[in-house]
């Protein structure tokens, strides 16, 4: 009777937790699509930004290189709506008081979250591709792609970067003025570290080891140095093993960290008020 | 009250040092992409990594201040600020260019620091020290430059405002496209040859590009007659982009009065 009572509560909640996870990729999937201007909107950053560097690989003497900044611009396109669209939206969910809502409802956290991460993906992936194809038409660089190799590191790297986001968004949720000013300041110094434009990684970094070492903490760094190898240098599954294992073992990692985090931080926010708390 | 808006009403070193991170990892950015490339092919010249960090320090500013009126008014329509700006007895004008200058203002260390970690950086990183003239007088040319460009930024800025009088959502995205055109096209991080005919006489209409000449000019080669000349070029096409964007503005916020644009927000 216990064990019936278990299975059927167990079901009841593994049937909610999908659903509020569909329910919330529907609502962002449907709020960029039902924009269609939000892809060409997207795109501005991305794609001026790789053309500039691609340009800048060209007047350096080697714009066989421009692929690297071309790739750069379709992941930074999924870096930035990590920032803007995860880390930073239960800030914005709580100064428009539906964090509170999400809090009174029985729907679980985590598939909000994860369900804000679908939707983002889904929704990044049209952007992300228009930058390719743009980059690639006008510069021809030249690729030889390991297509296993490469959609599995692409896979790896999405699933542990939007894991880094729900950890983020967890962290967030303590900040108040200074969050905006915080996505500010890590967008950027990460896309550095990461080497989106250039390999950050091995013999043909700028940095030394310490630098490399604090770098390869970073999701995104291990995926651009594995997509590099795995579209440029034709590397295979094989090759790029140590790269995959490192990234899903970060995904884990950062999955579980995240999921301890949100409880950790929301029940600090319920005893102390401060989840309500709103700046205007 | 315009610059402590600019900091989020915030601790100004903690803002100002949050807010140079941003721009310091462009430049290095851009830096290490040049380093990279040219060490493939055995082409590095610190001569060009200098035009690079020298460029890529002040781009990212024009682009951060060019924004500004936009964001004002995006800003102060959500909060119901700025109807009361429009209905003040002055135009818009005035408060959009106290708020460009407040961030001007802020821009200033930014470079600074820019420049100083770029230096130490090439040094750490690459192992070579880029060739910057760092004296007072160079220094007093960058800054006589960095005003000499304020007509053409507070142009651009009055005609992205005059856009932002419109839209009620996505205003964002012209500056976005806008900021990413300068640039490539302004010769921030590379010499306009580089694009292809006839993409590479764009450069020459901007007075952004003659404003990085002269600051290259004041920085990096220490000619005092490129100099007055590029700065006379960035002054005097910047006047026009003023003029051009202070009656285009005009005509925008009365047409928007007109239209009810200009309390129109998205909820």
Redesign the interface.
């Known amino acids: 009777m216990v064990a019936d009572s278990r299975s059927v509560k167990g079901c009841v909640s593994s049937d909610l937790w999908f659903r509020t996870m569909y329910a919330r990729t529907w609502v962002r999937t449907k709020s960029i699509f039902g924009e269609p201007v939000w892809l060409l909107v997207g795109i501005g950053f991305p794609l001026f930004t790789s053309v500039g560097l691609a340009f800048l690989y060209k007047s350096s003497g080697i714009s066989s290189l421009s692929g690297f900044a071309i790739l750069g611009g379709v992941m930074v396109s999924f870096w930035s709506n990590v920032l803007w669209s995860m880390a930073s939206q239960f800030y914005w969910d709580k100064q428009e008081g539906i964090f509170e809502v999400y809090l009174i409802s029985p729907a679980p956290m985590t598939a909000i979250l994860v369900g804000m991460s679908l939707g983002g993906i889904v929704g990044t992936v049209p952007s992300a591709l228009l930058v390719g194809v743009l980059g690639w038409s006008f510069f021809a660089p030249q690729a030889s792609p390991n297509w296993a190799a490469l959609a599995a590191t692409f896979v790896l790297t999405i699933t542990a970067l939007y894991a880094l986001g729900m950890l983020l968004a967890s962290l967030y949720l303590v900040y108040g003025r200074e969050a905006e000013s915080l996505n500010q300041a890590v967008g950027e110094p990460v896309s550095l570290l990461s080497g989106l434009y250039f390999p950050s990684l091995g013999k043909s970094s700028p940095f030394p080891l310490a630098v490399q070492a604090v770098a390869s903490l970073i999701p995104l760094t291990i995926g651009m140095d594995a997509l590099r190898k795995s579209l440029f240098f034709a590397q295979d599954l094989w090759a790029i093993y140590p790269d995959l294992v490192a990234l899903t073992a970060m995904a884990v990692a950062l999955l579980v960290i995240s999921k301890k985090s949100l409880d950790t931080l929301r029940e600090r926010g319920r005893r102390e008020g401060s989840v309500s708390v709103r700046f205007t | 009250m315009g610059w402590q808006r600019e900091l989020?009403?915030?601790n100004p070193v903690l803002?100002i040092l949050?807010?140079t991170?941003?721009?310091?990892?462009?430049v290095?950015?851009?830096a290490?992409?040049?380093?990279?490339?040219?060490s493939?092919?055995g082409?590095f010249d610190p001569a060009?990594l200098a035009f690079?960090v020298v460029g890529a320090s002040l781009y990212s500013q024009i682009s951060t201040y060019s924004i500004v009126p936009t964001l004002a008014i995006s800003e102060g329509k959500n909060t119901n600020l700025f109807p009361n700006v429009y209905i003040s007895p002055s135009s818009a004008l005035p408060y959009l260019a106290g708020r460009f200058l407040a961030s001007f203002i802020d821009s200033l260390p930014v470079v600074a620091i820019s420049l100083v970690v770029s230096f130490f950086a090439s040094i750490?990183?690459?192992g070579y020290q880029i060739p910057i003239i760092a004296s007072v007088e160079s220094v007093t040319m960058l800054m006589v430059a960095m005003i000499g460009v304020i007509p053409a930024a507070l142009g651009l800025g009055y005609f992205l405002g005059s856009y932002a009088i419109f839209v009620t959502k996505?205003e964002?995205?012209l500056p976005?496209?806008i900021?990413?055109?300068l640039?490539?096209f302004s010769e921030?991080?590379?010499?306009s040859s580089?694009?292809p005919f006839p993409l590479s006489t764009i450069s020459e209409g901007l007075p952004f590009t003659y404003f990085m000449r002269a600051s290259r000019a004041a920085l990096i080669e220490g000619s005092l007659a490129n100099y007055s000349l590029q700065l006379g070029l960035t002054a005097t096409s910047g006047f026009v982009l003023l003029i051009f964007g202070m009656f285009f503005f005009r005509w925008a916020e009365k047409r928007g009065r007109m239209k009810g644009y200009i309390d129109r927000k998205t909820m």
Request: proline share 4%; charged share 5%.
């Open positions: 989020g009403w915030g803002v949050l807010r991170a941003t721009p310091v990892a462009s290095l950015t851009a290490m992409v040049y380093w990279f490339g040219s493939q092919v082409l060009r690079v750490w990183f690459f996505f964002w995205a976005s496209y900021g990413g055109m640039m490539i921030a991080l590379f010499p580089v694009l």
